[in-house]
């Protein structure tokens, strides 16, 4: 059974950082597009940032100079480093992956909980 599961969130003042990390198993982890979405309270779910299985990367204008996103093909894991953290970067943040030709093949992690205090 295909499983990813995100940690890394907690409470963080503003200006500080924290590092996510979503681990896959039971998928071939170099074969997906692994991406990085988030959901605050009231608003639709967002794509944060997106690595792709060569390895290049995209970010959410909001995030761009702040966070980095990652991935270790040896650990199955993508994470994203997230610096200067804001308020309004509060939310559950959850992984995906996407199969990087089979369109079906999509999984959605069970989200961690970021929060920002000013």
């Known amino acids: 059974q295909v499983q990813l599961v995100e940690s890394g969130g907690g409470l963080v003042q503003a200006g500080g950082s924290l590092r996510l990390s979503c681990a896959a198993s039971?998928?071939?982890?170099?074969?997906?597009?692994m991406g990085w979405y988030r959901q605050a309270p009231g608003k639709q779910r967002e794509l944060v940032a997106i690595i792709f299985s060569g390895g290049t990367s995209d970010y959410a204008d909001s995030v761009k100079g702040r966070f980095t996103i990652s991935r270790d093909n040896a650990k199955n894991t993508v994470y994203l480093q997230m610096n200067s953290l804001k308020p309004e970067d509060t939310a559950v943040y959850y992984c995906k992956a996407d199969h990087r030709i089979f369109a079906m093949q999509t999984y959605w992690g069970q989200g961690t909980q970021v929060t920002v205090s000013s």
């Open positions: 039971e998928i071939i982890f170099s074969l997906y597009d």
